[in-house]
Nanobody, 120 residues
């Protein structure tokens, strides 16, 4: 069974930095896109950044120039480096991956989420 597990969330002051990690485990044939979403209280879940298996990246406008998504294909891990954090970045951050398995074919998988709080 495929699982995604995030780590690296926490409390940080405005202007600070955090690095999120998400590792995929289980029996996988291949991992396609990997990404990060976030959901603030009372808001819908939104895309933060996505990276293809070839390394092409896409960011939502509000994080461009501050966040960097990367991946280590050998470790089945995706990262989100978050710099110059703002209070409006406060949310639960979810890892997402499009994974092909022998048993289920192509499916979308989610991590349980990690809380990021930006506050002084």
């Amino acid at each position: 069974q495929v699982q995604l597990v995030e780590s690296g969330g926490g409390l940080v002051q405005p202007g600070g930095s955090l690095r999120l990690s998400c590792a995929a485990s289980g029996i996988m044939f291949s991992i396609n896109d990997m990404g990060w979403y976030r959901q603030a209280p009372g808001a819908q879940r939104e895309l933060v950044a996505v990276i293809t298996s070839g390394g092409t990246t896409t960011y939502t406008d509000s994080v461009k120039g501050r966040f960097t998504i990367s991946r280590d294909n050998a470790k089945n891990t995706v990262y989100l480096q978050m710099n110059s954090l703002k209070p409006e970045d406060t949310a639960v951050y979810y890892c997402n991956a499009i994974i092909r398995t022998v048993s289920r074919g192509v499916g979308t998988y989610w991590g349980p989420g990690t809380q990021v709080t930006v506050s002084s």
